[in-house]
């Protein structure tokens, strides 16, 4: 490639004017004018011409710089040197000023692109940075979660042995108060944990323990839970289990989707409303196929809580499983919650090579459905 400062050193005659167009320059000068041209660079070299042609005797220069010599034998020499000349001194400009574009030209790019590669350096130390901050966060949650659940597990314990009376005997006023402690205590652990969830799920240390359970018993037993909770506000929980309900999976992260989902129909259900949570067989995605095959013996296991709740408009249904995401995020709003629990619902779903999905109508209700793959599978 040509650098500027080859160019500035000197201007090379056979660089600047291929040999085949001199040729044809000097040949058409010659037969015209009746003489032998020939044409030597500054090294004496001839490049073009006649091999007859004599000595050289003109210099050819261009911008003040000698770039090569001229010979002519004839009667009308001095003419043909004249129009040689001028003829080759025209093309040389020409060939200059292009080349000079061009240099310009490849030199403006290059700019551009050391610029463009010092940005990129500073995009990857930013990316970098912004990493490393974001396992140090991760890190503190889960640190933090820790150093917080231990001190809470032996507030639990104590209020527990006390409301036991192992303490001495206690007052039905005390042991309202310790209800009351035990519950709140129980909401923080719960709070506390989900946090700690999400930490673990973000530092991207999710650790997966398989059996084969019986999701259709887990959900029954989730339902005794709440049914306390919803019987008082005039909610009922229908269950309907059909077939074969077996899922390999980690029977806590389980637990926990049921949780999440029937906790949620619960809290934004009104009271005197309905709920309803089928475990059936069906298609692992929200468009999978409908058949023959999928209708006993599924592609997957569907777990399907219906409430006949306040609903999910259509600009917010895209962000609840986002974290900490609450479709009424005001300091006075109704239901508490932390926004953790669709996050980890979906992140633990997934994790089993299931799907997770809502439909849902505002002030009608909605229906969650979360699959989980039929047999044993890969993570999605
Ligand atoms: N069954 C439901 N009916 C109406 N809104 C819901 C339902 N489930 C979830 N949501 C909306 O999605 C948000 C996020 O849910 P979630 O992650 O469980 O957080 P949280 O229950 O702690 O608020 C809720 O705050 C609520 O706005
Ligand atoms: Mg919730």
């Not at 043909?80 to 093309?91: H, I, K, N, P, S």
């Not at 229908?238 to 129909?265: H, M, W």
């Amino acid at each position: 490639m040509t650098t500027g400062r080859e160019l500035e050193d000197s201007i090379e005659l056979s660089r600047l004017l291929p040999a085949a167009d001199l040729e044809d320059l000097v040949g058409a000068i010659g037969r015209a004018v009746g003489c032998e041209i020939a044409v030597f660079d500054r090294q004496g070299q001839r490049v073009a011409g006649s091999e007859a042609a004599g000595a050289p005797c003109r210099e050819l220069s261009h911008d003040g710089e000698r770039v090569g010599n001229l010979a002519a034998t004839g009667t009308r020499a001095e003419d043909a040197l004249e129009l040689v000349g001028e003829a080759m001194g025209l093309l040389l400009h020409h060939a200059h000023a292009r080349e000079l574009a061009a240099m310009t030209h490849e030199q403006a790019m290059r700019h551009t692109f050391a610029e463009l590669t010092e940005h990129n350096q500073r995009l990857s130390r930013a990316v970098a940075r912004l990493e490393e901050l974001d396992r140090l966060k991760s890190n503190f949650l889960a640190t933090m979660s820790h150093e917080l659940r231990t001190p809470l597990t032996s507030v639990i314990g104590y209020a527990e042995m006390m409301a036991e009376g192992l303490a001495g005997p206690i007052s039905p006023e005390q042991k309202e108060y310790l209800t009351t402690i035990l519950g709140k205590a129980d909401q923080l652990l719960g709070l506390i944990t989900a946090v700690l969830d999400v930490a673990t799920l973000e530092s991207g240390q999710l650790a997966m323990e398989r059996s084969a359970l019986s999701l259709a018993d887990l959900v029954a037993s989730e339902i005794a839970t709440f049914a306390p909770q919803a019987s008082r506000r005039g909610i009922a929980i229908q269950l309907e289990a059909r077939c074969e309900t077996t899922v390999f999976g980690d029977r806590r992260k389980i637990r926990q989707i049921v949780s999440s989902l029937l906790s949620n129909a619960v809290k934004f259900t009104p009271d005197r409303g309905h709920i309803g949570i089928a475990v059936r067989p069906g298609p692992l995605t929200p468009h999978g196929p409908h058949g023959p095959h999928n209708g006993e013996h599924g592609e997957a296991v569907q777990l399907v809580v219906t409430d006949s709740g306040i609903g999910i408009s259509r600009d917010q249904v895209a962000k609840i499983f986002e974290p900490f995401f609450q479709v009424d995020s005001s300091s006075t709003r109704a239901f508490g919650g932390t926004g953790l629990g669709l996050t980890l619902a979906k992140a633990y779903v997934e994790a089993h090579g299931g799907r997770i999905w809502v439909d849902t109508t505002p002030g009608q209700g909605s229906t969650f459905v979360a699959t989980f793959p039929a047999s044993p599978a890969e993570p999605a």
